[in-house]
T-cell receptor
Framework: KQEVTQIPAALSVPEGENLVLNCSFT??????LQWFRQDPGKGLTSLLL?????REQTSGRLNASLDKSSGRSTLYIAASQPGDSATYLC??????????????FGTGTLLAVQP | EAQVTQNPRYLITVTGKKLTVTCSQN?????MSWYRQDPGLGLRQIYY???????DKGDVPEGYKVSRKEKRNFPLILESPSPNQTSLYFC????????????FGSGTRLTVV
């Protein structure tokens, strides 16, 4: 059974700091891995998607990496800003019949960037 | 704008009163899912659909029903809501291929009293 874990559960950093959020999964047979951002009481905003055949994806100040063999993904945020404060969720997509029907979510990392 | 639209955003209801949460996507996606989010438990899949008239149970389907009569719509039905179904609900859709992620709706906060 696929399990997804995120460490740390909470993180507080001063503005401008570079930071790394970690995500680990137990079964390497994933379709892709997606990173989301969730603001309090709001929906999920997709940040980056890494296909199983890829090693990393970049969007602006965000970089996500994937190492299937070790069951790990990291989200790197450069030059953090107070507006980055949110909960960050990673989700592993399970393979079913040549496509994916299910995301297994980690419990998230609550990030606070202090001005 | 490509999006997943859920309605209502907030709902307070009483135990046993049937309700439907609607979900619609305008991206011609084949795959649609419902998730619930609870503190300490994270997001868990309730039901999913891989195409019109094809639905199946996720991890926590008890007390819920779904239907997929049209590609764009995937309503979640609570026939007899109970307080333990108080939660934040999300609908999501995807094309399903490896290079395609899921797009989520804004969520429906349901309170059953």
């Amino acid at each position: 059974k696929q399990e997804v874990t995120q460490i740390p559960a909470a993180l507080s950093v001063p503005e401008g700091e570079n930071l790394v959020l970690n995500c680990s999964f137990t079964d390497s047979a994933i379709y892709n891995l997606q990173w989301f951002r969730q603001d309090p009481g709001k929906g999920l905003t997709s940040l980056l998607l890494i296909q199983s055949s890829q090693r990393e994806q970049t969007s602006g100040r965000l970089n996500a990496s994937l190492d299937k063999s070790s069951g790990r993904s990291t989200l790197y945020i450069a030059a953090s800003q107070p507006g980055d404060s949110a909960t960050y969720l990673c989700a592993a997509a399970l393979i079913y019949g040549g496509a994916t029907n299910k995301l297994i979510f980690g419990t998230g990392t609550l990030l606070a960037v202090q001005p | 704008e490509a999006q997943v639209t859920q309605n209502p955003r907030y709902l307070i209801t009483v135990t046993g009163k049937k309700l439907t949460v609607t979900c619609s996507q305008n991206m011609n996606h084949e795959y649609m899912s419902w998730y619930r989010q609870d503190p300490g438990l994270g997001l868990r899949q309730i039901y999913y659909s891989m195409n019109v008239e094809v639905t199946d149970k996720g991890d926590v389907p008890e007390g819920y029903k779904v239907s997929r009569k049209e590609k764009r719509n995937f309503p979640l039905i609570l026939e007899s809501p109970s307080p333990n179904q108080t939660s934040l609900y999300f609908c999501a859709s995807s094309l399903g291929g490896e290079g395609y992620g899921y797009t989520f709706g804004s969520g429906t906060r349901l309170t059953v009293v």
